[in-house]
């Protein structure tokens, strides 16, 4: 019973743990930033599930219907997932100046340069 | 959902990263719709596999299309990350079980929503009437964030670097 209530949970920890190490372990910083939006999704993917009420519909009210899911975590991430854009915005906004200065988007090679200058 | 992590262990492969990222969005999605969450679905489609995409599309070609092979080991984020999930995951059996009717997430303000939104309102979809009516000043404050990243990608990329280069070039 566990096993099956808490599948979704896992999926998430799954998904958050392959962002994560896609973050920490690449060096390629368009790379890192699309394992910031997995991560992102993973979390989204986990305030949905709280809001998902077994046998419910959306939460939108019409006739006939008794059991909704909770609308409160719908808006919550409808909100999270603007202004995730626009951190991505602005973090693929700053990889194409960093492109401009150093000639390139692998972080080690960035360090390299660093310490030479 | 399966797939979806089948999709995030080939992005670690390929440089098709931007478009297997675009593809677990909309399985995200997908998701939502099994979740209840239609707005957010629609949301996410729109902004997560169409807004994100374009922008990164953009940024590779402006930059490079070639991730460079990995140079050094990675033990060390491997064993860090493992730890993390594992404690994640202990952390998950404390949480209630899915579609639990009774969780307290459902039995607080979530229900008074439910009730009071439609009469109140006058608008049938809660989740809307949520955002804009209850929670409008949150929307407000989400402009804003959306506003700052704009001039913040503008000053980063924008002409008026060169410009103000011209005019220190003219006044020497």
Redesign the interface.
Known sequence: MAAVGLYNYWIVVFLMMAGFYIVIAHDNLVKKIVGLNVFQASVFVMYITFGKIQGGTAPIIAEGITTYSNPLPHVLILTAIVVGVATTALGLALVVRINEAYGTIEEDEIHVQDEES | ??I??CA??R??NLYA??ML?SI??VM?AA??VI??????AF??AA??AG??TV??L???A???DR??K???T?IL??I???L??VA??YG??D???????N?P??TH??PD??RD??VKTGI????TS??ASY?GY??LG?VV??F???I??IL??GNWRHIGRRREDKDV
């Open positions: 959902m399966s979806t992590v995030i262990l992005i670690r990263v931007v990222g677990f969005s995200a998701i939502f979740l209840d969450a239609v707005d957010v949301t996410e902004v997560g807004i994100s922008l990164a953009g940024t590779i402006l930059t490079t991730e460079k990995p140079s050094h990675k984020p491997l860090m990350v493992c993390t999930g994640l995951i998950t059996l949480l209630a079980h899915y579609g639990d009717p969780a997430v459902q303000v979530g929503y439910l939104a439609p049938p979809n809660v989740v949520i955002l929670r949150d929307t989400e964030v959306i700052t990243a704009g913040g990608v980063l990329l």
